[in-house]
Every structure is written in structure tokens, then in C-alpha cells.
């Protein structure tokens, strides 16, 4: 028995993943959703609000523009798996066994990324989405630290004790870090291979998702770096090398990015450049200083 939690702006995507879910998912369900038009609250918020008017001991937060392609009857699935995994903490489609502590979203180098999901399109737009799967290890399920959010799987026990925190993260951006990094601190999340979600978005990577992720990176600065491999300094340092480098490359191509932001990025790059990593970014570094030259007055 699942309820499922939803955030929705778009009526037509809410009708469509009920019709989605109704005749797909195979057990006892709800659908409790949220009309987040004229409320605008973030989805820290919204999933608390729904999550404590939740009937069903099994939760699943979920982006509205979410449908799932497994056969009917994939809702069983899941409440086998935590009925028979009572360590489980989050179940997801998209994750990574390790976090930086270099700024960064929930992937990472890619060898360490583990996902199952199609990517891409809208519920209305032809053409085939992306099959996005990584599972070297050929398991049902991978044991990973940190999750995307676009569909999170929890037990009522395991949201109780880790609830999604509304006050660091008021807005629409790394709630989903942030409580896969709470919850992997004492269960094991996990990305299922076994079905299939279909996301239509990608997300957003702008500047109120790099002041999220500040705030994140501030929270759990501690804790970081966290993995659930064991792995050995030079492989911690290639981690860190990594994300140090794709931080200031984004940051380098986003003509919006506070110059502030982008000298930070550099600092915590230099302390772990590669002359790999140094010779990708002649070509950002260059046209970000083309960009600057146009932008002078005169």
C-alpha cells in the first residue's frame, strides 16, 4: 500500500500520472496532491504537509511529470522490497554511492553513478526518451548515499525521523540531497533497477539552485565527503578533483554566475587540479573571458 505525494502546478500532468498510476501500479494506493499555483510553497513544505495526511505506511514523494513504463503490478515491487530490506532508508531511480565535499549535485564521477530511468520528452510530444542505465553490478538494487528527487520511495518511519528540512531549503532545490544525506547517515538508500520511471524534465541548474546547494554544502560540511564504498585516498582525491573541475566549468559557461561564486569555485579547484582537468578548462576559461571583454563598456 503506497501513498503517493505530489507537488503539482500543471493540472493536465497531475491528471495524467493519476491515470498513470490507476492503471499501472498494482496495489492499494493513493494520490494526494498539492496545487501549488497560488500557494508557492517550496517542496520541503509540501511534502511534509502531504506527507503527514498520508494513509499508507509506504511514501513515495514524486515530480508530477513522472509516469511509470513497467508493466502493471511494478507497486509491489517496492513493498516487497522494504518488507524484506528493514535497513532500507530511500529508494530511488537515479543516485550515487559517493558525495564530494566539492560543490556538486548528486552525481559524481561516473563510475560511481547508478541510475534507471528514461529521460526526456513530454507526456504529449512524440519521439523516444533516453534509457538511462548504469548498473555495472547487475543488482536489483544499488546501495547508494544520495538520490535525485524525482521519485523517492521512504517507509512512514523513516520520513518521521528525517523530515524534509523546510527552513534550510525553502525553495525548489536540493531537498532531495539533503534528506538522502540525513537518511544515508543511518540506513542504506538504494537505486532500483527493477522499474522503470519515465521523467519528461531535467531540472534547472541556476542561480537559486547554486544557493541551495551553498546552503547544503554549509549544512553537511562536516560529514563530507560520503560514501558507502570503501574507498582509499587517491580515489577520494580523483572524487574531489571531479567535482571541483564540473563545478567551475558550469559556473564558467553561466554568464549570471556572481563573480564572487566563480573565484570561490576556483579556489577549491585549485586545491585539487589536475593538469587533466586544468587543459579541459582552457576552452570555459577562454570564453568566459571573451564574454567579460564584450560586456566592458566602450
Known amino acids: 500500500m503506497i501513498s503517493f505525494l505530489v507537488c503539482s502546478i500543471d493540472p493536465a500532468h497531475a491528471a495524467g500520472l493519476a491515470e498513470n498510476l490507476a492503471t499501472t501500479v498494482g496495489v492499494e494506493h493513493e494520490l494526494l496532491l498539492h496545487d501549488n499555483r497560488e500557494a508557492h510553497w517550496g517542496l520541503a513544505r509540501v511534502y511534509n504537509q502531504l506527507a503527514e495526511r498520508a494513509r499508507f505506511p509506504l511514501l513515495c514523494f514524486l515530480h508530477e511529470d513522472v509516469r511509470f513504463r513497467s508493466p502493471p503490478g511494478w507497486g509491489a515491487e517496492l513493498t516487497t522490497f522494504y518488507a524484506s530490506h528493514p535497513e532500507a532508508g530511500l529508494v530511488g531511480f537515479a543516485g550515487s554511492q559517493v558525495k564530494s565535499r566539492a560543490a556538486s549535485g548528486w552525481s559524481a564521477l561516473p563510475r560511481y553513478n547508478r541510475m534507471h530511468l528514461l529521460q526526456g520528452g513530454r507526456p504529449e510530444a512524440a519521439g523516444e526518451p533516453r534509457l538511462l542505465a548504469l548498473n555495472p553490478e547487475r543488482q536489483p538494487y544499488t546501495p547508494v548515499v544520495v538520490l535525485d528527487g524525482l521519485c523517492l520511495f521512504a517507509t512512514r518511519e523513516v520520513w518521521g525521523a528525517h523530515r524534509f528540512d523546510e527552513v534550510t531549503f525553502p525553495g525548489f532545490h536540493l531537498y532531495d540531497l539533503d534528506l538522502s544525506t540525513q537518511v544515508a547517515l543511518s540506513r542504506t538508500n538504494y537505486v532500483c533497477h527493477r522499474v522503470?520511471?519515465?521523467?519528461?524534465?531535467?531540472?534547472?541548474?541556476?542561480?537559486?539552485?547554486?544557493?541551495?546547494s551553498e546552503a547544503y554544502h554549509?549544512?553537511?560540511?562536516?560529514?563530507?565527503?560520503?560514501?558507502?564504498?570503501?574507498?582509499?585516498?587517491?580515489?577520494?582525491?580523483?572524487?574531489?578533483?571531479?567535482?571541483?573541475?564540473?563545478?567551475?566549468?558550469?559556473?564558467?559557461?553561466?554568464?549570471?554566475?556572481?563573480?564572487?561564486?566563480?573565484?570561490?569555485?576556483?579556489?577549491?579547484?585549485?586545491?585539487?587540479?589536475?593538469?587533466?582537468?586544468?587543459?579541459?578548462?582552457?576552452?570555459?576559461?577562454?570564453?568566459?573571458?571573451?564574454?567579460?571583454?564584450?560586456?566592458?563598456?566602450?
Open 196 to 212: 522503470l520511471p519515465e521523467h519528461f524534465s531535467s531540472g534547472s541548474f541556476g542561480g537559486a539552485w547554486r544557493l541551495a
Open 218 to 298: 554549509r549544512k553537511w560540511s562536516a560529514r563530507l565527503p560520503l560514501s558507502c564504498l570503501a574507498l582509499g585516498p587517491g580515489q577520494l582525491e580523483a572524487l574531489e578533483a571531479f567535482a571541483a573541475y564540473r563545478a567551475l566549468r558550469d559556473l564558467l559557461g553561466d554568464p549570471s554566475a556572481a563573480p564572487g561564486s566563480v573565484e570561490a569555485a576556483r579556489a577549491v579547484f585549485g586545491a585539487h587540479a589536475t593538469a587533466r582537468y586544468r587543459a579541459r578548462l582552457l576552452l570555459p576559461r577562454l570564453r568566459a573571458a571573451l564574454r567579460r571583454l564584450r560586456a566592458k563598456p566602450g
